[in-house]
Structures are given as C-alpha cells and as structure tokens.
C-alpha cells in the first residue's frame, strides 16, 4: 500500500487498509503481531497505529478486514 495518509483513516478504514499485506505476510508468519507489524512497514504506516487497528493482534480480526478488502475490491 502506497500514498496512504494513515492519519485521516478511521480504525475500520485502517484495518482494511492494513489487510493485505497482513495476508501476504501472514504467508509467513501466520495471523499474528509479526504479520501485522510486517504489514505496517510495508504500508509504512506507524506501527502503533496499526496496533491499535488490531488490538491484541487477533488472528480472526485480521482475516476479517482481509475479507473485506476482498470484498471491496470486487
């Protein structure tokens, strides 16, 4: 993800946001706090911020927002 002004998403927004490079991290790493700070530099989004988008770095949370984006981009 390039050209993302994090500061103006809203968590939800962020989450989405955040999701597919999660998914390709969670390759990886599995759905967990790797993956999601992975993910983060690769956006080059905070990486407190998007702990706060997925607090406690739950697995179930990020295949969610990685289905909505899905759907999203459909």
Known sequence: MTNTDFA???LDELRVALA???AASAIFDGWN???L???AEMAGCDVDIARL???GAKPM???EAWI???DAAM
């Open 8 to 10: 103006d998403l809203t």
């Open 20 to 22: 597919p490079d999660i």
């Open 33 to 35: 706090e790797t993956a």
């Open 37 to 39: 700070i992975a993910a």
């Open 53 to 55: 988008a997925f607090p």
């Open 61 to 63: 949370d990020m295949i």
């Open 68 to 70: 909505t984006s899905v």
